[in-house]
Structure formats: C-alpha cells, structure tokens
C-alpha cells in the first residue's frame, strides 16, 4: 500500500492550501490518519490526527487555523490549512494505520510527503 500525499505548494502567508492523502489501492480498513510536518533543520512532528471514529486532534499552534478530516468511503484524509504563516513551512506527511486485510493486524505506512511553503 502506497499513500500518495498531493495538494503543497507555494502560498503568501495568510493564504490557504488543502493538502490530500490516498492510499493507492483497496484495502480492508483503516484506524487513524495523522498529518506531520517537518522544517528544515528540525525533527518531525505530528500535527494533527483523526480516529475512525471522526475524532481529532491537533498540536495548539495550529488550533483554529487547521482542520483534519477523512472520507471512508474513498479512504482519503485532508488537511485544511488556513491563516498560513511562514512558520507553518515544512514538507507535511500523511500517515496512517492500515489493515490490507481482514484478520491481519494494522501496520503504518507514510506517504512520500509534500512540500508547503509560507512566504512572509
């Protein structure tokens, strides 16, 4: 299983981008989905997470300005991002526990990651 992270790209602060995730092929079901990101010079950090169950979770210097979300049917999560600021820089992740099929345990997998730049 492959995801493929698409949406990054180059935007003036204060602008939008909506970042989106897929796995490349059918597979039995999914727990969470989670975006990262990480800067030049700096470790990866998650920024935000979504259960099967709609839940979410964010790091607090996106709160507000970020959203997550995920569609079952076509196993695809977002990541709305708004009020972007230059410290919002980075290549961003998708992540996500996957179970190919039934009666296998779920594993990670990561998708290749997608640029965004903030410029001020």
């Known amino acids: 299983v492959q995801l493929q992270a698409s949406g990054g790209g180059l935007v003036q602060a204060g602008g939008s981008l909506r970042l989106s995730c897929a796995a490349s092929e059918r597979i039995f079901s999914i727990d969470a989905m989670s975006w990262y990101r990480q800067a030049p010079g700096k470790q990866r950090e998650l920024v935000a997470s979504i259960a099967s169950s709609g839940s979410t979770t964010y790091i607090d210097s996106i709160k507000g300005r970020f959203t997550i979300s995920r569609d079952n049917a076509v196993n695809l999560v977002y990541l709305q991002m708004n009020s972007l600021k230059p410290e919002d820089t980075a290549v961003y992740y998708c992540?996500?526990?996957?179970?190919?099929?039934?009666?296998?345990?779920?594993?990670?997998?990561w998708g290749r990651g997608t640029q965004v730049t903030v410029s001020s």
């Open positions: 992540e996500a526990l996957i179970k190919q099929v039934a009666g296998e345990n779920y594993r990670e997998y």
